[in-house]
C-alpha cells in the first residue's frame, strides 16, 4: 500500500489512511440520491440507526451469495479509485464485494463493537452528507466481552463528508469501533483527533471545537471470505422476470 503511505495516520496503531475529498460533490450527491431513492424494504430499522446492505445480507453461515454490486456503489468509488490505490489487491478476491449503508440522523450511532472474521480485515468507509467522530477502544478481555460505556475511547477519528477511511491491521482485530449517540461532537482539536492534519477543512471546526450532527451516512466496503455461487439455480430464479 505504498501509494497510500501519505494518508496514513501515523498517531494510530495498525494501519489506518485518512484521504479528505476521495469524492466530489457531485458524486456524493448521486450516490446519497440513489440511497434515498432505494425502495423502503431496502432499509433495515434498528433501534440507533438505518442500514441498507448491498447485494444481500450474509447466510448464517457468514456466507455472502454471489452477485454484483451495484454500478453506483462500484463507479468512481471502487472503479477506478479504490483500484487505483490498491488497498484490496491482497484480498481473497482483490476487490470489495459487500457494503453496509448506514444512516445515522442527529443523536444515533452504533455500539462498539468489532467486524469479526466473516471479512477480509479492511475496511474502507466513505463518509457522506455529514461528519461523524468515531471512536476506537482496545479490545479487554472483559467478562462476556461486553463493553464497558464509561471507558473513553483511545482514539478519534473526524470523518469528514465525502472522505476515505481506510482500517486494517491491528486497528481491525484489536480495537472496538463505534460511533456515540449524541447531537454534538465536541472537543475537536488537534489534540483530540488523530487524523487532524489530513482533515480537508479543520478550519471548520476551530471556531467553537465541536460540530452539530446532520444526519450522515456511511458506505463500509468489504471483501466477504466466503462466497457461494448459485450459478444455474439464479438462472433458474430469473427467468421469470
Ligand atoms: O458508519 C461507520 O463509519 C461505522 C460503521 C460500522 O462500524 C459498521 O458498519 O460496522
Redesign the pocket.
Known amino acids: 500500500m505504498l501509494i497510500l503511505d501519505s494518508a496514513r495516520i501515523t498517531d494510530l496503531p495498525g494501519n489506518a489512511f485518512y484521504i479528505p475529498n476521495f469524492i466530489t460533490p457531485e458524486e456524493e450527491e448521486r450516490i446519497l440520491n440513489k440511497i434515498n431513492s432505494a425502495p423502503l424494504p431496502r432499509w433495515t430499522q434498528l433501534s440507533h440507526r438505518r442500514l441498507q446492505t448491498w447485494p444481500s445480507a450474509l447466510t448464517k453461515s457468514n456466507t455472502l451469495l454471489a452477485a454484483p454490486l451495484p454500478d453506483w456503489l462500484h463507479e468512481p468509488i471502487i472503479h477506478p479509485r479504490l483500484e487505483s490505490l490498491g488497498c484490496f489487491a491482497d484480498a481473497p478476491h482483490q476487490a470489495p464485494n459487500h457494503v453496509?449503508v448506514?444512516e445515522?440522523r442527529p443523536g444515533q450511532g452504533?455500539m462498539p463493537?468489532e467486524?469479526g472474521p466473516a471479512y477480509y480485515p479492511l475496511?474502507a468507509?466513505v463518509?457522506l452528507a455529514g461528519s461523524?467522530v468515531?471512536d476506537l477502544y482496545e479490545k479487554k478481555e472483559q467478562e462476556g466481552g461486553i463493553h464497558d460505556q464509561d471507558t473513553a475511547p483511545s482514539f478519534r477519528i473526524l470523518?469528514e463528508p465525502r472522505s476515505l477511511?481506510i482500517t486494517t491491521g491491528s486497528l481491525y482485530s484489536q480495537y472496538l469501533?463505534?460511533?456515540a449517540d449524541r447531537l454534538t461532537d465536541e472537543n475537536l482539536t488537534p489534540e483530540a483527533i488523530c487524523n487532524w492534519d489530513f482533515l480537508g477543512e479543520p478550519e471548520s471546526y476551530s471556531a467553537t471545537r465541536s460540530y452539530e450532527r446532520q444526519t450522515r451516512i456511511?458506505l463500509?466496503y468489504r471483501d466477504v471470505l466466503k462466497v457461494a455461487k448459485l450459478g444455474n439455480s439464479v438462472k433458474f430464479l430469473n427467468r421469470g422476470r
Open positions: 453496509l448506514n445515522y452504533i463493537h467486524d475496511v468507509t463518509s461523524i468515531l470523518q477511511l469501533h463505534g460511533i456511511s463500509t
